[in-house]
Nanobody, 132 residues
């Protein structure tokens, strides 16, 4: 069983930045998909950033973002630390919510339209609050 632990949430003013981290308790596999979702009360979890982790020939990870965060958020993964990151810049009040790290033991369809139900490993969530 893989455990995911998020950190880095907090409160910032609009235009500010935050960096979220998600440490995995063990290597998930040789190739897999990891993602950040966010959720506000009353809404379903929304996919924010996705990364397909594998030994790509170009050594360039395959990433995808929700339209609402593209150009402002950057997802990355450090294999040596087994940690997923989400760099969030130019934050807006509508970015507020609980951010969850997710993973599954295959790449599959690792894009922003992926459903939360397709992921079987989840972190406990970290709160992000952006004030105007």
């Amino acid at each position: 069983q893989v455990q995911l632990v998020e950190s880095g949430g907090g409160s910032v003013q609009a235009g500010g930045s935050l960096r979220l981290s998600c440490a995995a308790s063990k290597v998930i596999g040789s190739s897999y998909c990891m993602a950040w979702f966010r959720q506000v009360p009353g809404n379903q979890r929304e996919g924010v950033g996705f990364i397909a982790v594998a030994d790509w020939p170009s050594n360039t990870p395959k990433v995808d973002y929700a339209d609402s965060v593209a150009g402002r958020f950057t997802i990355s993964h450090d294999k040596t630390e087994n940690t997923l990151y989400l760099e969030m810049n130019s934050l807006r009040p509508e970015d507020s919510g609980t951010y969850y790290c997710a993973a599954r033991g295959r790449i599959g369809y690792c894009y922003a339209k992926s459903s939360a139900s397709e992921f079987n490993y989840w972190g406990q969530g970290t709160q992000v609050t952006v004030s105007s």
